[in-house]
């Protein structure tokens, strides 16, 4: 399974992106997580072959994910930025959500850089 992901880019505090992840296939769940340098590595939020999402609760009211399976494309809408969204945003998949950040049980992406600042 390959994953593309896109979007990414300099905002200022306030502003959006938008980023999309096309991929070769899928499993039960995708979605996006983030690592800044000398963070852990966070889930974003993911979404389930059942529709069902999950945010972390930094970015709840602010990001919003979305999928379109006919275009195997999934979305991740931010807004409202902030300086501590800044980082690597990767798009992943795997047959359960609890293990999108496990690198032998996942497929990931390449990254797209988010960086906010004024």
């Known amino acids: 399974v390959q994953l593309v992901e896109s979007g990414g880019g300099s905002v200022q505090p306030g502003g959006s992106l938008r980023l999309s992840c096309v991929t070769s296939?899928?499993?039960?769940?995708w979605g996006w997580f983030r690592q800044a340098p000398g963070h852990d590595r966070e889930i974003v939020a993911h979404i389930d072959d059942d529709g069902s999402t999950k945010y972390a609760d930094s970015v709840k009211g602010r990001f919003t994910i979305s999928q379109d399976n006919a275009k195997k494309s999934l979305y991740l809408q931010m807004n409202s930025l902030e300086p501590e969204d800044s980082a690597m945003y990767y798009c992943a998949t795997a047959g359960d959500c609890g293990w999108l950040l496990l690198p032998h049980h996942s497929y990931r992406g390449q990254g797209t850089q988010v960086t906010v600042s004024s």
């Open positions: 296939g899928f499993t039960y769940c």
